[in-house]
């Protein structure tokens, strides 16, 4: 399996790093747990990072990462794994985040596939750090970027009418 992740150039160094993870909380984990963010496609993964970023960013070289799985890693499905309804795409996600702390603590699979709220069609999968087989992730593809200009065409222009 193919997972796509996109980190600021300036993290190259540590591409995998759930540093990030541990250090805040995410929709679907809570600060302290160890998880790293993909997207299973390469656009989720450009859009799922660009909605992070504020305007003062869209200079910053960033890097496209191509992720490949190890052979017969398990990924559960955000469906399989729930007890009870989740409202994944609630403003708040107390219950999105007990979900994934619980599966991150609970589960042996590697990755968890998770509906992204951008695009509910679909997926993110995050990952375990602390699964033997994290170790075995392996990055087949990078790339440097910048996001195109017009993609902040809307903030840029917001921004100019409030300082005339």
Known sequence: MIVWRIIRKEFLRSPLSVEGAKA???R???AGTAILYTASTESLALL??????ALEFRTIPHVKLCIELPEGA??????DVATK???????DPTAARALGDHWAKHSDALGLSVPSVLS?????????ASSPQFEALKIVGT??????????????????????
């Not at 398990?74 to 469906?79: G, K, L, N, T, Y």
């Not at 200009?149 to 009418?161: D, F, G, L, P, Y």
């Open 85 to 91: 309804p989740v409202d994944w795409r609630s403003d």
């Open 120 to 128: 509910s069609s679909e997926r993110n999968v995050l990952l375990r």
């Open 74 to 79: 398990r990924v559960d499905a955000f469906e």
């Open 48 to 53: 799922e990072k660009f909605v992070h970023l």
């Open 143 to 164: 790339e440097e970027f910048l996001y195109d200009e017009r993609m902040w065409k809307a903030e840029t222009r917001a921004s100019q009418k409030r300082t005339r």
């Open 28 to 30: 679907w984990h809570s």
């Open 24 to 26: 805040w909380p995410g």
